[in-house]
């Protein structure tokens, strides 16, 4: 049963403003933003971070780009306007996650600074943007969905990379030029830089 | 460091399939999901329930259904088929959390029972559907943003109560009439199926 004191003693609370921030920094949720131009390893690199942070006991969630537009931002294109608020739904949820002790892996191409900016602001500390730098010319090599084909063809419009501006993060916590480096050695540096920040236990 | 085996030893997962499942069962997330006519009472009953749950020690976070609206569904109206987007995303952040170990608590009108159904197949066995069933004529005496009064005149269309359909739940696992009731004491009938269904330590 609830005392009416208890009831009373904390003023009622909407997300995202929750005292429950607190209990969380101590579970060092956080949440790893990955950005990086199509087919640069965005997914490739997530995919084996998490099942890597989950052996070592950790809450992880990875929030793919394209789940996330299927689930939260169905019917949104691919303006400016429309990226910006699918990346601000995912920033929305990374930071719900990561303030109950998540670490959060986010895989979606956020070509624009100013709103991961944004998130950043939203998530504050325990942001960690890493940014997959894999050049355009390796990127558009591998062309793993075919997209770029589509794009130099004119058959898309508005692709990142091609006639949409990617804008790399200026002070990323960690970059990651994938060539000549397996997904297990990049996971393997993003965990390092995990541990050090204190969000892993040094094994 | 990672260990190769470590990264084989899992498929890579996406959300919303994730093997930390096993863990927030152990950690008794649930979905505490309001359902009821504008001004039934659900946004206060939640508002009570939440620092109530957070006194004793869980994780708690409210999906109050405006603030869904401004974060998740921007740009969302009032059909039969934004209501349901807005419902399924609502839905899924839940799902999200729940499976982390939190206890989320919704409180979106929600006046359809085909999507709020397709939610509970979602969340699974952790879904508490909480009916409040305040009838329409006392929503009405109190319509707490005027909204009933606006749609009486013409001035709102599509206005659940009015002119658009609330389904009641068929087998809600709580049901609340605030009759007569204070918001702590519906809050507590709550929390007593909480500690019947083993989500709560019984105090």
Redesign the interface.
Known sequence: ??E?S??G????????D???QA?ARADRGCVIWMTGLPSAGKSTIA??L???L??RGE??????GD?VRE??S??LGFSKEDRD?NI??IG??AE??AR???KVITAAISPYRSVRDEVRGLVGDHFLEVYISTPLDVCEDRDVKGLYARARSGALKGFTGIDDPYEPPLNPEVEIATQGETP?ES??RI??VLEARGYLDV?
């Open positions: 049963m609830i009416p208890e009831v003693a904390e003023a009622p609370l909407k997300a995202p929750n005292p429950g209990v995919e084996t998490a099942p890597a989950r052996a809450r992880v969630e990875l929030l793919d789940v689930n939260l169905k019917g608020i601000r739904r929305f949820v719900l996650l109950n002790g998540v297990e996971a393997a965990i390092d094994n």
